[in-house]
């Protein structure tokens, strides 16, 4: 367990492994631990940087007004590779997290040697109902006058999320415990208005999407989005596959992966 100062809030994360640097990114209500295993796969062959934005798992900020923003999320990801001298690394994102990989790739382009994604909106629109609801400053409260109750709809809502339901159910409880009202709903505001479909031809660096069809979490469409958007992009789409490939098909997510940050 490793932490560093930044300017508006310290950074918890988790580095495995030697060799190339790569960072992975979590999703909403996530944390370092969904990488738990990708971390060990890539640790055999790079070093493996597992963060948590500010308000999610250990990570928290130094200021009551900070914004848990996807913009602000971009920005502690540059902070995080300038303070640990990281001149340039891949990037790898789950859902949230890979919007927020997508966004330093284009906003920092010299820091960024490939991104990908795994079920990443593109567009915020693309967000279920409930998560888009969940955007609402309202409803948000709403959730959390009865956080034990919210942390039960999630374990069952979780069943769903995955192919190894019961596993999904423990890490959306855990994850969910150390997660405030302010981030719960500004990450996922933000989110939902965020639309990067303008900005994809600025990416030029080696560019992965993966997608599952059975996600119901972000549209599985996407996939299309990114591959109109980026037509240099590997993407995949996996028929077995939620919102998280890397936990419904491993092998292939990891075989993906690692071809990609091979091979480009």
């Not at 798992?57 to 640990?84: H, I, K, T």
Request: net charge neutral.
């Amino acid at each position: 367990m490793a932490s560093l100062v930044t300017d508006q809030g310290i950074v918890h994360y988790e580095t495995y492994g030697r060799g190339r640097p790569v960072l992975l990114l979590h999703g909403w209500l996530g944390s370092w631990a969904l990488w738990r295993d990708t971390i060990e796969i890539l640790g055999r062959e790079f070093k493996t940087y597992s963060l948590d934005f500010w308000g999610f798992g250990d990570s928290s900020p130094l200021e009551d007004n900070l914004s848990f923003s996807v913009d602000n999320f971009v920005e502690l990801v540059y902070q995080f590779m300038d303070r640990l001298g990281i001149r340039r690394a891949p990037l790898i994102g789950h859902s949230m997290g890979g919007t927020v990989a997508l966004g330093v790739a284009i906003r920092h382009p010299e820091k960024v040697v490939k991104v990908g994604v795994a079920g990443s909106p593109i567009d915020g629109s693309s967000l279920n109902l409930l998560l888009k609801a969940s955007g609402y400053q309202a409803v948000a409260r709403v959730f959390f006058v009865a956080p034990p109750l919210v942390k039960l709809f999630l374990r069952g809502y979780s069943y769903f999320m995955a192919n190894d339901g019961r596993r999904m159910s423990r890490m959306i409880a855990d994850d969910f415990s150390q997660v405030s009202v302010n981030s719960f709903f500004e990450s996922i505001g933000t989110l939902r208005q965020t639309d990067l479909r303008p900005r994809l031809g600025d990416l030029k660096m080696p560019t992965l999407g993966v997608y599952g069809r059975k996600d119901i979490i972000v549209n599985p469409n996407q996939h299309r989005v990114l591959a109109e958007g980026v037509p240099h992009s590997k993407v995949y789409f996996f028929q077995n596959s939620g919102h998280f490939p890397m936990l419904d098909e491993p092998e292939a997510f990891h075989k993906a992966l690692r071809d990609f940050l091979h091979n480009g």
